[in-house]
T-cell receptor, first 112, second 111 residues
Framework: GGIITQTPKFLIGQEGQKLTLKCQQNFNHDTMYWYRQDSGKGLRLIYYSITENDLQKGDLSEGYDASREKKSSFSLTVTSAQKNEMAVFLC???????????FGPGTRLTVL | GEQVEQLPSILRVQEGSSASINCTYENSASNYFPWYKQEPGENPKLIIDIRSNMERKQTQGLIVLLDKKAKRFSLHITDTQPGDSAMYFCAAGNSNNRIFFGDGTQLVVKP
């Protein structure tokens, strides 16, 4: 088995601040994803990466940057935090696109 | 891309009865259809999936059906229990490295 860790678990920032969320996986999976989940809602794909140094935009990429520094890690940057993007950010990984995605525990973002 | 429609958004059933969730997709190239369960405060977890070479799959009280002609797939939970109360997401994808999620169904199993 493997595990996905996300840091921090809770992130509090000021409006307009640049904030970075980190994700690590030890599954040795090629593909990693960042999703945003607003309270009680579905999963919206922000960015994904099919291999180290690759980056693909999802449906909600505006206002975010991402970086796949190495196969095991994928970070997400909120370029200018806004109050309307308070949500849980979920990282996931899979061996390939059409396969089970394993999700991390999430980072809950609060913007003051 | 792909659009996945999921209905209903909320489903209330009596304990012991069955529950059905339906999804439709647009892209005929989609060949992988997973279902995820998300309990309150937890992350989503895969409960069952089906590929386009099958029409039916069953495991531990869960049945998934796939109708490729109608571009429709469904999850059926037999003999629901309070522990089945959760958010359920369907998804569709192919080998193009991402899947497309439905908006979710909140299942409430009443004792």
């Amino acid at each position: 088995g493997g595990i996905i860790t996300q840091t921090p678990k809770f992130l509090i920032g000021q409006e307009g601040q640049k904030l970075t969320l980190k994700c690590q996986q030890n599954f040795n999976h090629d593909t990693m994803y960042w999703y945003r989940q607003d309270s009680g809602k579905g999963l919206r794909l922000i960015y994904y990466s099919i291999t180290e140094n690759d980056l693909q935009k999802g449906d909600l990429s505006e206002g975010y940057d991402a970086s796949r520094e190495k196969k095991s890690s994928f970070s997400l940057t909120v370029t200018s935090a806004q109050k309307n993007e308070m949500a849980v950010f979920l990282c996931a990984s899979s061996i390939q696109g059409a396969a089970e995605q394993f999700f991390g525990p999430g980072t809950r973002l609060t913007v003051l | 891309g792909e659009q996945v429609e999921q209905l209903p958004s909320i489903l209330r059933v009596q304990e012991g009865s069955s529950a059905s969730i339906n999804c439709t997709y647009e892209n005929s190239a989609s060949n992988y259809f997973p279902w995820y369960k998300q309990e309150p405060g937890e992350n989503p977890k895969l409960i069952i999936d089906i590929r386009s070479n099958m029409e039916r799959k069953q495991t531990q009280g869960l049945i998934v059906l796939l109708d490729k002609k109608a571009k429709r797939f469904s999850l059926h939970i037999t003999d629901t229990q309070p522990g089945d109360s959760a958010m359920y997401f369907c998804a569709a994808g192919n080998s193009n490295n991402r899947i497309f999620f439905g908006d979710g169904t909140q299942l409430v199993v009443k004792p």
